[in-house]
């Protein structure tokens, strides 16, 4: 051309990924617990009309409410209204259901991604041991030998999944205590004040934890200033990494607190055992039977906003109870599986009938997606056949399994004769559990239990 510019017509081959907003909402809802439910449930009735209950009233809605609703310019005297004009839609903008898309993110998800295509499948397996084993700080809650002896796998390919655990983000993470908690933040120093920094929490903690400047200033021989620095680094370090995540911290308690919202309730009598999900039932929820005969009439009308109005509230209201009806199925399943695996530790509640479990076996047994299994899990809790409510977390986590049998044992022991931790040792050897004798002092002191000479002098 004269002007000197070119034109190209062609055309052009893409993928992408779309998410199908039906598998973004049963997810979101999937994740919810009880109380959460309800709510979401009850936001959804108030935004979506064409969604109502099974037992209201169905002559209720009337076609001019769909109109007000779904197409106001029906009802207005002229498209010059401002407020119609305001309320117009916009062809642009659609529902977007990424929004019901829940923020939780849990810490096993979040190092599985990192790790697990790394590895190979035994590698796999102490992964998820040793994820499981965490706290709710994000320390390691167990031994890497009492690991590899319940398990059977070998002790240096655990201490090596575990040093590839503790390269994960957050940093710190797989930690057994703070002081290599700081050491794994502080490892790769880009300057003077962080290799200062880490040499003193790797040779001077004590002097770290008593803020001795003077002392650390002599070993080191450097000036004040530079030795406040360091204490400015060690600082800003986080000395528990997992804190960001939602994590439940209360499993010691939850069957004490009666606010503790139950999720699924495991009963058995003389017919057999039984599950069921408290909370609002998928099949109480109905589509507006109004907004479906609104819908069949104008389907092949050429109004388009009206219809595509119409659409939106009625496909709306199908997939969000498609959704609920998905989610107790789901939990469902999870329980009868429980009653199948667990049947023991779920009808009296005993942990040394709590067997090893992971939330990776349980969905290959079931056919599921790990993820689908985490969301089903996390943040709920079950009542038991003796009506005690625990949380999801200790059905995972094999080291809670001997916390808590450590917990028994001290609470059966004769006041006047103490156990030591070696003698709670051999009992626990005698059940099976194979631990060291520092395990138990540190389960002992993790729930704040004195020692067998001081529990005497009590």
């Known amino acids: 051309m004269s002007n000197g510019f070119r034109i190209d017509v062609g055309t052009k081959q893409s993928l992408s990924l779309r998410v199908d907003p039906k598998v973004v909402l049963s997810g979101q809802l999937l994740e919810l617990n009880t109380i959460e439910l309800q709510a979401t449930i009850q936001a959804e009735l108030v935004e979506n009309p064409a969604l109502e209950w099974l037992d209201e009233g169905l002559s209720d809605i009337t076609i001019e409410d769909i109109y007000a609703s779904v197409a106001p310019s029906e009802l207005k005297n002229g498209s010059e209204d401002r407020e ?5 839609p916009n062809d642009a903008e659609e529902n977007d259901w990424m929004d019901l898309v829940a923020s939780y993110n849990s810490l096993e998800d979040h190092l599985e991604a990192q790790l697990f ?10 992964a998820e041991m040793i994820i499981g084993s965490l706290d709710d700080r994000g320390y390691l809650d167990a031994e890497t030998e009492q690991i590899a002896m319940d398990y059977n796998f070998d002790l240096e390919m655990v201490e090596e999944v575990l040093a590839k655990i503790q390269t994960c983000e957050p940093a710190g993470i797989g930690a057994r205590n703070v002081k290599e908690c700081l050491e794994i933040q502080l490892a790769k120093p880009s300057n003077d004040e962080e290799r200062l920094a880490l040499d003193i929490v790797k040779h001077s903690f004590e002097d770290l934890v008593n803020r001795n400047v003077r ?7 450097v000036m004040p200033e530079l030795v406040h620095e360091a204490f400015e680094v060690i600082v800003s370090c986080s000395p528990f990494p997992a804190e960001t995540f939602d994590r439940d911290n209360n499993w010691r308690t939850d069957s004490k607190r009666p606010g503790v919202p139950v999720d699924m309730i495991i009963a058995r009598n003389e017919v057999g055992w039984s599950v069921e999900i408290p909370g609002i039932d998928h099949r109480s929820l109905i589509v507006a039977r109004a907004y479906r005969e609104q819908f069949i009439k104008i389907k092949d009308s050429k109004v388009d906003d009206e219809k595509r109005h119409l659409s939106q509230c009625v496909s709306r209201a199908q997939q969000f109870i498609e959704a609920l009806g998905q989610r107790h199925s789901t939990l469902m399943r999870v329980g009868y599986y429980l009653i199948d695996q667990q049947s023991g530790f779920v009808t009296t509640g005993n942990y040394e009938f709590l067997r090893s479990l992971t939330r990776r076996k349980m969905a290959a047994d079931l056919g599921l997606h790990e993820s689908t299994i985490s969301r089903a899990t996390a943040g709920k809790h079950i009542q038991l056949v003796n009506g005690e409510v625990i949380s ?7 080291a809670l399994r001997i916390q808590y049998i450590i917990s028994e044992i001290l609470q059966t022991e004769n006041p006047d004769n103490p156990m030591s931790d070696e003698r709670i040792t051999q009992i626990l050897s005698e059940k099976g559990i194979v631990v060291a004798r520092r395990t138990v002092n540190k389960y002992r002191d993790r729930s704040k239990t004195l020692s067998s000479r001081r529990r005497r002098s009590a």
């Open 117 to 126: 295509h790394l590895f190979d499948n035994t590698q796999i397996q102490i």
């Open 215 to 221: 002392g650390i200033m002599r070993q080191y021989k």
């Open 84 to 88: 119609f004009q305001r309320s117009r």
């Open 392 to 398: 999801f977390d200790i059905i995972f986590k094999p």
